[in-house]
């Protein structure tokens, strides 16, 4: 069965820290996707990726950063983590071929900064 | 741009009773993909169904029926009898062509009580 897996179901860190959300995926799908929930406002795009060592900037990137070393890994990186970024965060993949392809979420991570 | 909306934050039904979510989306773009998908208490993102622009079927997969009206930029879900398992977040997302990333509604919290 195909898997999107994040390493972490729950985190808890301190204003300041810097933290690593790590996300795998099986399938070998090109693109990968950084989101966060948040209650009333939906799923927001962080960060995406087409290729490995490849980056785009989604809607809300201020404060976090990416890296793709490899093709089945994708990390979120908080570089100094604030109370504001408390929140879920979700990782997807797709294949290459299109917009339209269907994403494959992983369970999520809920971080918390205190 | 792109924009998904979905009106209905919160709605709450029996069991066995009909729901419809209602999806409202904005685009200039000739070709795109509507999605929905479903989050239930377990936090991981299951896609349901994809359509594209042209292809105004509607879908009927069992207890889910999706509606599709391009005059009115609008991809109602509907579930009939609904079910405790039901309980869920969904939501619908939008795609244009080309590679680009999914723009997803704020989502609607159903519950079904039994």
């Known amino acids: 069965d195909v898997k999107v897996t994040q390493s972490s179901r729950y985190l808890v860190k301190r204003t300041g820290e810097k933290v690593f959300l790590e996300c795998v995926q099986d399938m070998d799908h090109e693109n990968m996707f950084w989101y966060r929930q948040d209650p009333g406002l939906g799923l927001r795009l962080i960060y995406f990726?087409?290729?490995?060592?490849?980056?785009e900037k989604g809607d809300i990137p201020e404060g976090y950063s990416v890296s793709r070393e490899k093709k089945e890994r994708f990390s979120l990186i908080l570089e100094s983590a604030s109370t504001n970024q408390t929140s879920m965060y979700l990782c997807?993949?797709?294949?290459?071929?299109?917009?339209?392809?269907?994403?494959?979420f992983g369970s999520g991570t809920q971080l918390s900064v205190l | 741009a792109q924009k998904v909306t979905q009106a209905q934050t919160e709605i709450s039904v029996v069991e066995k009773e009909d729901v419809t979510l209602d999806c409202v989306y904005e685009?200039?773009?000739?070709?795109?993909?509507l999605f929905w998908y479903k989050q239930p208490p377990s936090g991981e993102l299951v896609f349901l169904i994809r359509r594209n622009s042209f292809d105004e079927q509607n879908e009927i997969s069992g207890r889910y029926s999706w509606n599709f009206q391009k005059s009115t930029s609008s991809f109602n879900f509907t579930i009939t009898a609904s079910q405790v398992v039901d309980s869920a977040v969904y939501f619908c997302?939008?795609?244009?062509?080309?590679?680009?990333?999914?723009?997803f509604g704020k989502g609607t919290r159903l519950s079904v009580i039994a």
């Open positions: 685009t200039r773009d000739t070709t795109y993909y």
């Open positions: 997807a993949s797709s294949t290459g071929a299109g917009g339209w392809e269907k994403l494959f």
């Open positions: 997302a939008l795609s244009t062509r080309g590679n680009t990333p999914l723009v």
């Open positions: 990726s087409y290729d490995v060592k490849m980056k």
